[in-house]
């Protein structure tokens, strides 16, 4: 069917809508069959999308506001496609694995909104359309960091939302201007990117513009100096909140830098390297001592999702096909991995309802599945080759010692302290011998658990060991759009910086 | 047919730690362990017939798995390749490891998560076999790390262990141990990634024959700047001197362990890159003598903390330091296919002799202070011939394997004229003569001098020594084999051939190393033969004190590293994260909270204040429009 | 000779004392009496401009603005009616009810 | 100065500096008087030299509809305001901020004159309703008024009504109890609420 985009984006919607008539008790049932539906429907994307084609595919362009060119503007192409995947993935776990007592039935209906907003950013071509998903994406968030959360959850929920508002509104601004160029050169007014694409704007407004686009994306990420809501959010939301904001919102930012920052604005990106690239240093390096010194597990995970996005950041402006297709295999690791450790977390939380790490220790004994499946998540997050983190890793590492070898070494400390702070996690809550007395009777996974997590370690493991089928569409969606990057920039050092792979030059 | 013997090879010990895997969580089964060996045998005979084939037909046989990652111009295969080198080293992986598992199985018989330790054992195996199979510089990564995930998961075997402090236990616990060995190997592992990009940036590919043959077309200071990351990589893995606190601390984890990984296999990967990685070496001199130059120092260095060490398991692990340094010195120096001879005999004995030491830690139920120990010859017979010969190769005694291998590297460090390193290896061969047989005489000589009512010690089973006699035998014959190895390995790696020079003086140089192996032997005799007189004076002296404490050099990473790093993520965390970033973040909101409030404060309600504020409106427009008028 | 300007001083002078009056009363009916006098000031300055500039637009508005004072008396000084009924009082410092 | 002083002794002049002169202390006791009746007495003084401009500038039917309308009518009103509100007592004044209040008022005087003072008369404005010298100024502001004017004034006969309907209701309610029996009332009130309390 050729309006399948359509489809993934409003089905859940109107499920959601469809929601509010089902009576409590069986609202997890629902949720759990739609999710699935929507995931089914993904899966049929997956197996429909065209790999070696690298431009938009299941395109689909209604006209909106004509006259202002805001059109309902849909495509995917190699970068989006896994994401979306992701996302629908991630949301079925989350579901799955519930572990929400009261208003579960709310819980469902704000999920399955957050789940169209979320595909809907990935899937839009269309300006507008894909900041009215970002902006509605926040909304369910904050419902769920807000009603559901832990003490502080008022403050963090507001300043999640705030904080990400305010970004995204300067990026608007940048959209908007953009936009009016757009007019002034050619008469017309339109938002779709593809037309965007094709404008060649002089340097000057390139950097003003990649600028309101950075500062949008950048808290989004989060960058460095603006992550400090994450912390509080990852440490105030419901387990299911934490699971999906950093899956999946987290990506929205570096998927934003991929889709737009780069293709639109070559010569200002490339004058941006440098500062990006310092930026993400200090956000590996820094994020990832401050996770060794939290005491709080579920901290010690967000502050290293901060350092994991470095690494995405690092490869976006790698500026070569092996460093942006391996920040967006690394969005996709990092998806699985931190979600399924969120999930690992609301285990421990749900059955001690404490996360402090001196609370636990020597649980691998009491908790034997428990402690395995957190050692291979573990392993995973460290990037140990074999799992799906090394790959991404590895590739961004390579991508990025083409621009400056330094930097990478830098960068690269970050397998060293991220073994570290994870190490030191794994041993204070997992090894040595059983002290707390409410350790000594902790049950071990149970069906619902054990089925939510089990199929993530079978993907950590699988895209570990062959990661072809999930690579190769990103390279060729990767290597077109360095291509036409290439082509399109005006200064000289940007065009010696964009490394165009051979492999396109042949195919060409 | 070739084929699947490789894959059979390979995939032999994956399976078997799969199915061991399955028995995880249950209790101690012993057929666990039964077919775990099996099938390492299995794997041992596919590498034995693999090496006979490679021997007859002389040509490698190289095999593709399927894609791996390929993104942009990088194109990784799980490639592996069996030539000369990797099955050497397949081999003797391969029968080390059949010989421990049969060994665990009588050593760990009574521990109750016994079946999970055969999964992390033969996991081990795959990843080293994987490490010395793969035809490209990736798949070698993936192995180099596989290595160090099994290894941590078997250091920090007990993990249920508490933390002692560093007096009663100078490694804290297992599962600090572990920690501490994953992340120093890890530092490691940083400098390998780096010398890979350099090489896949400007060679285009990761594949060894890609690389090597691309090596005459670089310009040196790539070449030397690879050489040099892939050398820290080394050092990392095969505990040279800055990153080898990490091994004297692994002896935490169980004897089998020692035996098989931080004896004969996995500290062996460094000098396995090296000899591997020839041709890059050879081509950058220098380098390969700072590794030579490296080698030396970690033979002494190492061999002189061993002389004062009581704890029986550490000083073999500094005797595998010291051993390393050999290799690497050999390695250094060009003379590859010695290293590696050494490698594969320094591997038979060391294992020999570790195992002995698992026997003796049984019997003394796990009392590891040969201060402690004494007069077990008696009761421990066969145990005390196995180490005492595997002593006996170790120092390099006539007929034995050591003999050819030590001197070899001796006569190459004569051979290549620079004599320091001559000189330093040939005083640490006596001192690596002397600390064996202190320890053996300590343990099995003199006085008995543990309390008899606690322990009574007893031989270990009868199936357990014999899985140790091939590594006795090997060891004795090893030498013999010296020049039908030379020829079968260096049909690969370059040949290394004395010059007529030190031909000529061969029988003095093999004299005076031997005359200082035996000196070693003598004076440990007469000092400990009867039993143990401890002087207070020489133990307190400053030299004794800093050779027990290891040159204080863990104390100093402590001091250095491990508390500041902590320190200074502290303040980051609260100075930096919640002050300053999350402060500003507040601030800014409330800046703009206090701004609504002052204008609140306006609304008085009073008329007249507001015809006040309109009033003062009117003329400061009134102003304005005058100014502007006039200006304009 | 008397010109224009000379008128609109005058209007201008009359209208500050009206705005001083507006700004310093209290109370409210003097207040009332402020803006009459502002009011008027107006005026003179409307009947000024329209003498001099023979133009009758100016009367035109003087018409209006004293139709629209006069209604604004009305109205107003019943407010302050209901006001004075309510509180008692006519002084604006009591009336501060719309506090923020 | 001298034509300052010359002009003074032209009817003109005369009038014009006598009434200006007259005007402004008249206004300024309404404004600063601390007593009702005062203020209100010079306040309707003053409307009636503010007509008498009126007549100087020829604006005959002007100056006589200031007369009427406003210091008879609006100062009528005023005066029976006034009997509702006690303006015997003293208006016991809390001038705050005084200097503020001058400065401000002394600001734009001196603006205004500023401003107006400014050679304004440029040339460019030609009348729009052009007076006619033969005709009395009466007849000619009922010819202009009642054609080109006739909306805004009928829009200002009904706001005349609406606010005399305006005036009537919101001061007629209870209009037939005094003012001074209303306050005994709701003091009575209070009285009973505390008897009640009491009993």
């Known amino acids: 069917m050729d309006y399948i985009l359509s489809i993934l984006v409003f089905f859940p919607a109107i499920a959601a809508l469809l929601g509010f008539v089902i009576d409590k008790d069986s609202a997890r049932v629902y949720g759990v069959t739609v999710a699935a539906i929507e995931f089914f429907l993904s899966l049929w994307l997956w197996f429909s999308f065209d790999g070696t084609n690298a431009g938009m595919q299941f395109v689909e362009l209604i006209p909106v506001i004509p006259d202002f060119g805001v059109n309902y503007y849909l495509g995917v192409d190699g970068i989006s496609l896994f994401i979306i995947l992701m996302t629908t993935m991630m949301t079925l776990i989350g579901i799955m694995s519930l572990s929400v007592k009261e208003n579960v039935k709310n819980m469902i209906i704000t999920l399955l909104f957050l789940e169209m907003t979320m595909v809907g950013v990935f899937v839009s071509l269309d300006a507008i359309i894909f900041y009215l998903f970002w902006e509605l994406s926040l909304v369910p968030m904050l419902y769920i960091i807000g009603a559901w959360g832990g003490s502080l959850r008022v403050y963090a929920a507001v300043k999640f939302f705030l904080y990400t508002f305010a970004g995204s509104l300067i990026m608007l601004v940048g959209m908007l201007f953009m936009a009016y160029t757009y007019q002034s050169l050619t008469g017309v007014w339109s938002f779709a990117l593809t037309d965007w694409y094709a404008l060649v704007l002089p340097v000057n407004y390139q950097m003003w513009l990649f600028a309101a686009f950075f500062i949008g994306f950048a808290i989004k990420v989060p960058m460095f100096p603006f992550h400090t809501w994450l912390p509080y959010a990852h440490g105030q939301a419901p387990t299911i909140g934490s699971v999906i904001l950093a899956a999946v919102l987290l990506k929205m930012g570096t998927y934003g830098f991929v889709r737009f920052s780069l293709p639109l604005f070559p010569d200002a990106a490339v004058i941006w390297i440098t500062p990006i690239a310092v930026l993400s240093i200090i956000m590996i390096i820094y994020t990832a001592m401050v996770a060794y010194a939290q005491k709080d597990m579920k901290q010690v995970i967000a502050y290293s999702s901060v350092s994991h996005m470095g690494i995405v950041m690092l490869g976006i402006f790698a500026m070569n096909a092996e460093g942006i297709g391996g920040s967006v295999f690394q969005m996709l690791s990092h998806g699985i991995v931190s979600g399924a450790l969120f999930m690992l977390v609301g285990v421990i939380y749900d059955r001690r309802h404490t996360k402090m790490m001196d609370e636990f220790g020597g649980i691998a004994a009491v908790m034997p599945k428990y402690a395995v499946i957190f050692g291979i998540m573990l392993m995973a997050s460290v990037g140990l080759p074999l799992t799906i983190g090394f790959v991404g890793e590895f590739l961004v590492l390579v991508g990025f010692y083409q621009v400056s070898p330094i930097m990478t070494i830098l960068a690269g400390t970050s397998i060293i302290i991220g073994s570290v702070y994870m190490l030191s996690l794994f041993k204070k809550s997992f090894f040595g011998p059983v002290t707390k007395e409410e350790n000594k009777n902790l049950k071990d996974l149970d069906a619902k658990e054990t089925w939510s997590l089990v199929p993530l370690v079978a993907i950590v493991v699988w895209l570990g060991i062959y990661p072809k089928p999930i690579l190769d569409p990103i390279d060729n969606s990767v290597k077109a759009m360095l291509n036409f990057m290439d082509e399109k920039a005006i200064t000289q050092e940007a065009k010696d910086m964009i490394h165009v792979a051979k492999s396109t030059k042949e195919a060409k | 047919m070739m084929e699947n013997l490789v894959y059979i090879a390979l995939f032999a010990p994956l399976v078997s730690s799969l199915f061991a895997a399955m028995f995880g969580m249950s209790q101690r089964k012993t057929f666990v362990g039964v077919i775990a060996s099996l099938l390492l045998f299995t794997s041992f005979v596919a590498s034995a017939t693999l090496a006979v084939e490679v021997f007859t037909t002389g040509e490698a046989i190289a095999v593709t798995m399927m894609q791996w990652i390929g993104m942009g111009d990088l194109y990784i295969p799980f490639g592996f390749v069996v030539d000369q080198v990797s099955v050497t080293m397949m081999t003797m992986v391969s029968l080390i490891s059949t010989i421990v598992h049969v060994y665990s199985i009588g050593y760990m018989d009574h521990d109750k998560s016994f079946n999970r330790f055969f999964s992390y054992l033969s996991a081990f195996v795959f990843s080293m076999m994987v490490l010395v199979m793969s035809d490209n510089f990736a798949g070698l990564f993936i192995g180099w790390e596989g290595v160090g995930v099994c290894s941590w998961l078997l250091i920090g075997f007990w993990y249920h262990k508490p933390d002692q402090s560093r007096e009663d236990n100078p490694s804290i616990s297992p599962s600090w141990a572990a920690n501490e060995a994953f992340i120093m190997n890890r530092i490691a592992d940083l400098g390998m990634l780096v010398g890979l990009f350099i090489l896949y940036w400007n060679v285009g590919s990761l594949q060894y024959d890609a690389v090597f043959a691309a090596i005459p077309n670089l310009d040196q200071w790539i070449l030397n700047g690879a050489a040099i990351a892939l050398f820290i990589g080394a050092m990392g893995k095969s505990a040279q001197f800055p990153l080898h606190t990490w091994l004297t601390d692994a002896m935490e984890g169980p004897t089998p362990v020692s035996a098989l990984i931080h004896a004969a296999t996995m500290v062996t990967a460094g000098v396995f890159l090296v000899i591997r990685a020839n041709p890059l070496f050879a081509v950058t001199p220098e380098v390969s003598y700072f590794i030579a130059a490296i080698g030396t120092f970690v033979a002494f260095f190492a061999a002189s903390m061993a002389l004062v060490n009581r704890d029986l398991k550490r000083i073999i692990a500094f005797s595998t330091l010291s051993q390393l340094g050999y290799m690497f010195a050999a390695a250094g120096l060009g003379a590859y296919w010695i290293a590696l001879f050494h490698l594969v005999a320094h591997a038979f004995f060391k294992a020999l002799l570790f195992l002995g030491a698992g026997n003796v830690m049984h019997a003394m139920h796990d009392e590891l202070d040969i201060f402690k120990m004494g007069g077990l010859k008696k009761v421990m017979r066969p145990t005390y011939i196995y180490m005492g010969l595997a002593s006996l190769t170790l120092a390099g005694i006539f007929p034995l394997a050591g003999f050819f291998s030590k001197d070899a590297i001796i006569e190459t460090a004569f051979n290549e004229g620079t004599y320091i390193l001559w000189i330093m290896l040939v005083v640490t061969a006596g001192m690596t003569a002397f600390y064996s047989f202190r320890q053996v005489f300590l343990t099995f000589h003199g006085t008995e001098r543990y309390d008899h009512h606690e322990i009574h010690p007893h031989e270990m089973y009868k199936f357990v020594l014999i899985a140790m006699s091939p590594l006795a035998i090997l060891a004795v014959i090893a030498g013999f084999f010296k020049d039908g190895f030379e020829t079968f390995v260096t049909s690969l790696l370059p040949a290394y051939h004395m010059s007529e020079h030190t031909h000529h003086y061969v029988w003095l140089l093999t004299a005076i190393v031997t005359l200082f192996a035996v000196g070693g032997i003598l004076l440990a005799y007469f000092k400990y033969n009867k039993g143990l007189e401890r002087n207070e004076k020489l133990e307190n002296s400053f030299i004794y004190k800093l050779l027990a404490n290891q040159y204080y050099i863990p104390k100093l990473y402590e001091e250095l590293i491990s508390k500041p790093y902590a320190m200074i993520s502290e303040k980051f965390w609260h100075g930096v994260d919640m002050k300053i970033v999350d402060r500003t973040v507040d601030g800014v909101a409330h800046f703009l909270y206090k701004s609504g409030d002052v204008n609140r404060r306006m609304q008085t309600g009073n008329l007249s204040h507001y015809l006040n504020w309109m009033a003062v409106g009117a003329v400061v427009l009134m102003v304005a429009a005058a100014v502007t008028a006039m200006i304009g | 000779m008397i010109g224009l300007s000379h008128y609109l001083i005058v209007s201008a002078l009359l209208f500050s004392i009206g705005l001083i009056g507006v700004l310093r009363r209290r109370n409210l009916l003097m207040l009332f009496f402020a803006t009459e006098v502002m009011l008027n000031a107006v005026n003179i300055a409307f009947a000024a401009i329209s003498h001099f500039y023979n133009d009758l637009t100016g009367q035109m508005f003087a018409f209006f603005v004293i139709a629209i004072a006069a209604s604004e008396v009305a109205v107003g000084l019943g407010i302050l009616i209901v006001l004075y009924k309510k509180h008692g009082s006519l002084d604006l410092d009591d009336l501060a009810t719309m506090k923020g | ?199």
């Not at chain 4, 005062?38 to 003084?45: E, F, G, K, Q």
């Not at chain 4, 409307?47 to 005959?60: E, H, N, Q, T, W």
């Open chain 4, 1 to 199: 100065m001298e034509n300052f002083l010359a002009s003074l002794f032209t009817f003109q002049g005369f009038a014009f500096y006598l009434f200006s002169f007259l005007t402004i202390i008249l206004f300024w006791i309404t404004v600063m008087s601390n007593n009702v009746l005062y203020a209100m007495t010079s306040l309707a003084s003053g409307m009636v030299l503010i007509s008498g401009f009126f007549f100087i500038l020829g604006a005959d039917f002007l100056g006589v509809v200031q007369l009427i309308v406003y210091v008879g009518a609006v100062m009528a009103l005023y005066s029976f305001a006034m009997m509702f509100f006690d303006a015997t007592r003293e208006i016991k004044e809390k001038n705050t901020n005084g200097a503020v209040v001058f400065v401000l008022g002394g600001l734009s005087a001196l603006m205004l004159v500023l401003m107006f003072a400014a050679p304004i008369h440029s040339e460019s404005i030609q009348a729009l309703y052009p007076m006619h010298e033969g005709v009395g100024n009466a007849q000619d502001v009922g010819i202009v008024l009642f054609t080109k004017y006739l909306v805004p004034f009928e829009v200002a006969a009904l706001m005349l009504l609406v606010a005399m309907i305006a005036g009537i209701i919101l001061a007629g309610k209870k209009m037939d109890k005094s003012l001074t029996e209303m306050m005994d009332e709701d003091a009575g009130e209070d009285e009973i609420l505390t008897q009640k309390d009491e009993k």
